[in-house]
């Protein structure tokens, strides 16, 4: 049992070390498309460290609130504990904060975009099984969304006086 579980935290940090990497990158890229974004300085690295450490720390508490036999707890999702533990951590210390402000916002978002791709992905199977009205009630969501967006935009231009 023991070394499963430890089996899964290896798995774990690696795809979170290569998240890290691919954070890097795009970072690395967009600062060679706009030389005025966030650098990457000793500060980035610290910060990579810093979220990766948090990562793991909420999956630590995660495996170990599983073992308790409070439901509520035991549901609660990993990105939840992974917010807590960074919630926690920063209101300690602003070494914290100061760390992960190294690391470019949108360089943070593209694994994120490319792992909900790929869990997208995934369930493609299943989307197919399901009957072909959830498509038109699919398109009637994002129309009436970016109607409404819309909307809201133009009333905020006219308010604005643009």
Same mark, same amino acid.
């Given at each position: ?8 935290? &290896? @798995?774990?940090?690696? *795809?979170?070390? #290569?998240?890290?990497?691919? $954070? +890097?990158?795009?970072?690395? %890229?967009?600062? =060679? ?31 170990? &609130? @599983?073992?308790?036999? *409070?439901?509520? #707890?035991?549901?609660?999702? $990993? +990105?939840?504990?992974?917010? %807590?533990?960074? =919630? ?31 869990? &997208?992905?995934?369930?493609? *199977? ?37």
């Amino acid at each position: 049992m023991e070394k499963k579980q430890t089996n899964e935290y &290896v @798995k774990i940090s690696g *795809v979170l070390l #290569l998240s890290v990497l691919f $954070i +890097l990158f795009t970072q690395g %890229i967009k600062l =060679l498309k706009n030389p005025e974004s966030t650098p990457i300085t000793l500060q980035t690295f610290q910060g990579l460290i810093v979220l990766w450490s948090f990562s793991m720390i909420g999956v630590g508490v995660s495996n170990l &609130v @599983k073992k308790l036999n *409070v439901k509520v #707890l035991a549901d609660f999702p $990993i +990105l939840g504990w992974v917010s %807590i533990v960074s =919630l926690i951590f920063c209101l300690i210390s602003d070494f914290f904060v100061q760390a992960i402000s190294g690391v470019d916002f949108l360089s943070i978002t593209t694994p994120i975009l490319a792992f909900a791709g790929l869990s &997208v992905a995934d369930s493609l *199977v299943d989307l197919r099984k399901t009957s072909w009205r959830i498509a038109i009630v699919a398109v009637f969501v994002f129309i009436g969304t970016y109607a409404g967006s819309a909307i809201i935009a133009q009333i905020g231009l006219i308010l604005s006086g643009k």
